[in-house]
């Protein structure tokens, strides 16, 4: 089976999928709206829609490249045996169980320490843990992002949302 041909049927797939879920689960499962703040059914929409739209485009891209009769870019292959000259291979197919545990566990210790010390402190922290993570050694810069960051998903949530931040409250 060729990558095309590999491609087109997971996009398929993953299309098949957003439109299971975009309308029939989100409208079947999610909750009524209770008339204030953000509906249920907005992120998992959102979510869904996003998945849907790239899916799509990567169906466009390789139907272009079939009906015009052009390979798609060397640089854009992750499998080596599609490519002639054996260059432009990227390692973007390979799994790094060391780099996927290293963003990972400060995932799962957000997830536990919102319940424990409210979002505020927990999002902090975690955004300093992920800058750290990924290489960021500039205390500075991932002090201003992580309080940035965090102030911003704080008011966005609470008062463009309307919906209350989880865990314990540090500004109420």
Not at 82 to 108: A, S, W, Y
Request: charged share 10%; glycine share 8%.
């Amino acid at each position: 089976m060729t990558r095309i041909k590999r491609d087109t049927i997971a996009y398929l797939l993953v299309v098949g999928f957003c439109v299971v879920m975009l309308s029939w689960a989100i409208p079947t499962y999610t909750p009524a709206y209770p008339g204030y703040g953000a509906s249920p059914a907005l992120v998992t929409n959102v979510a869904v829609g996003i998945m849907l739209s790239m899916a799509i485009l990567s169906l466009l891209t390789i139907a272009i490249s079939v009906f015009t009769n052009k390979p798609l870019p060397p640089e854009e292959s992750e499998f080596p045996e599609d490519l002639k000259d054996g260059g432009g291979f990227t390692q973007v197919g390979r799994v790094n169980i060391m780099q996927l545990g290293r963003i990972m566990i400060p995932c799962v210790l957000l997830l536990l320490a919102i319940d424990l010390i409210g979002y505020a402190l927990a999002s902090f922290a975690y955004l300093m843990i992920l800058q750290y993570a990924i290489g960021n050694r500039k205390w500075l810069q991932s002090f201003v992002v992580s309080v940035t960051l965090t102030l911003l998903l704080y008011i966005i949530m609470r008062y463009g949302f309307g919906v209350p931040v989880p865990g314990p409250q540090l500004f109420e």
